[in-house]
C-alpha cells in the first residue's frame, strides 16, 4: 500500500498545530516503512548476489550492481509517492496518475523524478534548491548507486519552478533546458490546477530523452555531444545552441500534447491538434446540432451517441433532448415523468440544467468522464457557459455508482466538496436500498435548494427575514411535519391525534417538525422561523410548543424545543433541559417515534404541574448517590469516634533507651515494629491503535477536470 512522502521534518517544522502534527506522525510512519523496505531489498539483492551492504556514517545504503535485464526493478522502491503538494488539491486520482507517471519515467530512461508542489509559506528562509535538495535527500529518492534523478519543485499560485539534476541525471539533460523547462510549467496551472505544472514537467522532460534517454537525445550530435551519447558525458560539452534547438522542439510537442485529466480514472489522454478552442468558440448557434456523420452510430463499441472527434465536437444547445434518460431501467414510467415534468419546470425557473442518466456501464471511461461525456456532447447546458449539472447512475455489477458531474463557473462554484457530500450523503441511503426514482427525485430537489438558498438543505422560505414576515394563523396546517421522513404514515397519524388532544386541552398549538439540516441558519433561528412562515400558534401571542427534530448528515440528530406566547409560562430553563435530554436519548438511538411520543406525554406534564418530572433513570442514579453520600459521611463519622475513645495499650519495655538510676540515654537502634503496605492501582497506558480503515462515508470529489471534450468541469461520486 503506497505511502504519501511529505516534506522533511526539518522544513514542515516551520508549520504548527494539528497539520504539522499529522506530518509528523505520517514521517515516522514512513520512515518506518523505508527501513523495512530497505532491508526487504538487502534480502532480496542478496539473494541474487548482487548487493552489497555499505554502513557509512550511521546510514545504510544498499547499492546493486546493474545487470542487463531485472535489475531495474531493484533500484527504486514504489512505497511512496513521487509527487506531492503541501496544500492538499491534488486529489488522490490525480496523485495515483503522476506516481505513476514519475514510475513509467524511471523505467524507461533509468533516473528518478520527483514532483513536489509547495505553497510560498515553505519558503521561507530557504531557496528553492535547497529546498529541493533537502527534500530528494531526506526521502531517500534517486535511481542506481549514483542516486539519479530530477527534483521538480513549483511554487503555487507563482512563476517560481526549479528542475534540479542529480547524480547521472545531471549528464542527460542540458542545465538551459532544465532552466527553460522551469519557466514554462507556472502556465499550466491556470487550465489544469495544480496537477498542470507537475505534469507538464514530466512531459518536458521525456520529450527530451525521448528514446531511450543519453544516448539518443534529441539533441545535434556535434563531436561534444556525441561524447555525451557514446556515454562520456562526464568529459563533454553542451552545444547551447543545440540544446536551444531541442528546447523549442520539445516545447512544440507539448504544446501539441496538453494534458488533461480524468480525475477519478486516473487516465492520461492528449490534445493532438494544439490547444482546443474554448467552449463558446465551440458553441454551434441555438436551434443547430452537429451532424450525425460526426457520431461513432450503431456499429461502434461506445455509445451510438459519442462523437468520433470528441476534442473537435462542437457544443450546442437542445432544449427538445430529455433530461431523463434511463438507459440502465431502474425508473418506472411514472417515475421518470413526474421527474422530466419536474426538471422542465426547473429549467425554466432556475436558468440551470439538471439532467439524470443511467446506464450499464461507461465503457471503460472512468465514471466523472462518462458523465461529462454524456452532457457535453447531447446539447445540455444553459447559456454560453453551459451552466447545468447531470447525474450518471451507473448500474454496472461490477461498478455500481454515481457521479454528479457540474459544468460552469455558477455551478461548480456552489459545488463545494462539503456541499457534495452532503447531497451524496442523501443520495446513498436510496441507492442502497435499491429505491432509485425516490432517490433520484430527491437528488433533483436537493440540487434545487442548493440553487435557490445555498444549501441542499434549506428551503426558499429560510432566506426570509423578520422585517418581511407577515404573521398569520393556518388552522389547516399539519402538527407533525416529517420533512426528514423519519416515520411512517401510521405514527404520523398517531402523533397528530395525540398532539390535537394536547392542543385542545390546553389551549395553545403543539406541533412536531423533522427536518433534515438546518441549512443556512442555525437551529434556534430556524425553528423560530418554521413557526412563523408555517402560520403555527393560537390568539394574538400565537401561543404554542414545538419540537424540531433535527436528522444531521452523520445521522446522529439533534432536538430543538421552543415556546411561544402562553407556552413560555412553565417553559423554565430546568423544564426546557429536561425536555430535551429525555428526547435526545431516544434520538441518538434512532426511535424518532418514541422521541416525539415521549415529548407529548412530558409537555403535558409539564403543563399540569410547572415541571418536567426526572427520568427514572436519573431518579435512581440521585439516589443511590445519596446512599452512597451517606455510607461515606456515617462511616468516616464512626471512625473517628473509635479513634477517640481508644484506650492505650500498656508497653513493658517502653523506657529501654533510659539507663536506670542516670538521665542518660542510650544509642537508639531503629526497630520495626509493624509493616503496612498500601496498594495502588497504576494503569498501564492503552497501546495505540490505528484504525486502518476509510472514511468510507465520504465521496470522491474534484474541484476541477477535463472531460474527453477538455471542457471544465467539477463534480463528486460514490459506490454502492
Known amino acids: 500500500m503506497k505511502k504519501r512522502q511529505l516534506l522533511p521534518s526539518s522544513l514542515s517544522g516551520k508549520h504548527r498545530g494539528r497539520k504539522n502534527r499529522n ?37 545504510l545504503e544498499v547499492c546493486a550492481a546493474e545487470t542487463e535485464e531485472g535489475a531495474s526493478e531493484a533500484m527504486w522502491s514504489e512505497t511512496y509517492f513521487r509527487a506531492s503538494d503541501t496544500s492538499g488539491e491534488l486529489t488522490p486520482e490525480e496523485q495515483k496518475s503522476l506516481d505513476q507517471t514519475c514510475l513509467e519515467f524511471m523505467k524507461t530512461y533509468r533516473t528518478d523524478l520527483s514532483l513536489l508542489a509547495i505553497t510560498p509559506d515553505y519558503l521561507e528562509g530557504t531557496t528553492l534548491s535547497d529546498l529541493a535538495a533537502s527534500y530528494y535527500e531526506s526521502s531517500d529518492f534517486g535511481y542506481g548507486p549514483g542516486k539519479s534523478g530530477f527534483q521538480l519543485i513549483w511554487v503555487k499560485s ?51 530523452l525521448r528514446g531511450g534517454g543519453k544516448e539518443t537525445a534529441p539533441v545535434e550530435k556535434n563531436s561534444d555531444t556525441q561524447a555525451a551519447a557514446d556515454g562520456d558525458a562526464g568529459n563533454a560539452a553542451v552545444d547551447p545552441e543545440s540544446s536551444a534547438e531541442s528546447a523549442t522542439r520539445a516545447v512544440s510537442e507539448v504544446q501539441q500534447e496538453k494534458a488533461y ?45 459519442y462523437p468520433k472527434e470528441p476534442r473537435t465536437f462542437p457544443f450546442y444547445h437542445d432544449t427538445d433532448a430529455p433530461r431523463i434518460v434511463d438507459r440502465a431501467d431502474i425508473f418506472t414510467d411514472e417515475e421518470e415523468s413526474s421527474m422530466e415534468a419536474r426538471l422542465a419546470e426547473l429549467r425554466e425557473q432556475l436558468g440551470r440544467d439538471i439532467v439524470v442518466f443511467t446506464d450499464v456501464s461507461t465503457y471503460g471511461l472512468s465514471r466523472s468522464v462518462y458523465a461529462a461525456d454524456f452532457y457535453d456532447f447531447n ?42 457530500n452532503q447531497i451524496d450523503d442523501l443520495l446513498y441511503e436510496y441507492m442502497k436500498a435499491g429505491d432509485y426514482g425516490t ?110 427534530i433535527f436528522k444531521c448528515p452523520s445521522y446522529s440528530g439533534d432536538t430543538r424545543v421552543s415556546a411561544y406566547g402562553k407556552g413560555l409560562g412553565k417553559f423554565t430553563q430546568v423544564n426546557e433541559n429536561r425536555l430535551r435530554g429525555r428526547v435526545n436519548d431516544l434520538v441518538l438511538s434512532q426511535d424518532y417515534y418514541a422521541a416525539a411520543d415521549s415529548w407529548l ?34 462511616g468516616t463519622s464512626l471512625a473517628r469516634a473509635k479513634a477517640r475513645m481508644a484506650t492505650p495499650k500498656i508497653r513493658e519495655d517502653a523506657d529501654t533507651y533510659l539507663v536506670p538510676g542516670s538521665l542518660k540515654i542510650k544509642k537508639v537502634h531503629s526497630t ?47 459506490s454502492f
Open 379 to 420: 446539447g445540455y447546458g444553459i447559456g454560453d457557459d453551459r451552466e447545468g449539472v447531470c447525474l450518471m447512475i451507473c448500474m454496472d455489477p461490477n461498478d455500481r455508482g454515481w457521479w454528479a458531474c457540474c459544468t460552469g463557473p455558477d455551478t461548480m462554484g456552489l459545488y463545494t466538496e462539503t456541499i457534495a
Open 261 to 305: 485529466f480524468d480525475s477519478e480514472g486516473g487516465d492520461l489522454q492528449l490534445i493532438t491538434a494544439g490547444d482546443p478552442l474554448s467552449d463558446r468558440e465551440r458553441m454551434l448557434p441555438d436551434g443547430q446540432k452537429p451532424d450525425q456523420s460526426l457520431r461513432v452510430g450503431e456499429d461502434s463499441d461506445m455509445p451510438a451517441w
Open 158 to 208: 507563482s512563476d517560481q519552478a526549479l528542475i534540479e539534476a542529480y547524480g547521472d541525471a545531471a549528464d542527460l539533460i542540458p542545465q538551459d533546458y532544465l532552466q527553460f523547462a522551469a519557466g514554462e510549467i507556472p502556465k499550466y496551472q491556470a487550465e489544469h490546477g495544480v496537477y498542470g505544472p507537475l505534469y507538464a514537467g514530466t512531459r518536458f522532460l521525456s520529450n527530451y
Open 672 to 718: 520495626l515494629i509493624d509493616t503496612t503496605v498500601h496498594r495502588q492501582y497504576s494503569p498501564r497506558p492503552k497501546e495505540n491503535r490505528s484504525s486502518g480503515g476509510s472514511s468510507g462515508g465520504h465521496s470522491s470529489y474534484s474541484g476541477g477536470y477535463s472531460g474527453s471534450s477538455g471542457s471544465s468541469h467539477s463534480g463528486s461520486g460514490r
Open 439 to 548: 432517490g433520484a427525485a430527491d437528488w433533483i430537489e436537493n440540487f434545487r435548494r442548493l440553487y435557490t438558498t445555498g444549501s441542499p438543505y434549506s428551503e426558499d422560505w429560510a432566506l426570509l427575514t423578520e422585517s418581511s414576515l407577515e404573521r398569520f394563523h393556518d388552522d389547516a396546517a399539519p402538527r407533525v411535519v416529517d420533512d426528514a421522513f423519519l416515520l411512517t404514515e401510521q405514527e404520523i397519524r398517531q402523533l397528530t391525534a395525540k398532539a390535537a388532544a394536547l392542543s385542545e386541552k390546553y389551549g395553545l398549538d403543539v406541533v412536531i417538525h423533522t427536518a433534515r439540516n438546518e441549512g443556512i441558519l442555525d437551529r434556534d433561528k430556524y425553528g423560530d422561523l418554521f413557526w412563523k412562515v408555517k402560520g403555527y400558534g393560537f390568539g394574538d401571542n400565537y401561543d404554542g410548543l414545538q419540537l424540531t
Open 601 to 634: 406525554d412530558f409537555s403535558d406534564h409539564m403543563l399540569r404541574t410547572g415541571r418536567v418530572p426526572r427520568s427514572s433513570l436519573s431518579w435512581g442514579f440521585f439516589t443511590i448517590l445519596e446512599m452512597l453520600a451517606g455510607l461515606i459521611f456515617g
Open 23 to 59: 506530518k509528523t506522525a505520517d514521517t515516522f510512519f514512513f520512515r518506518g516503512i523505508s527501513l523495512t523496505s530497505v532491508l526487504l531489498a538487502l534480502i532480496l539483492a542478496l539473494s541474487a548476489g548482487t548487493a552489497a551492504a555499505v554502513l557509512s556514517t550511521g546510514t
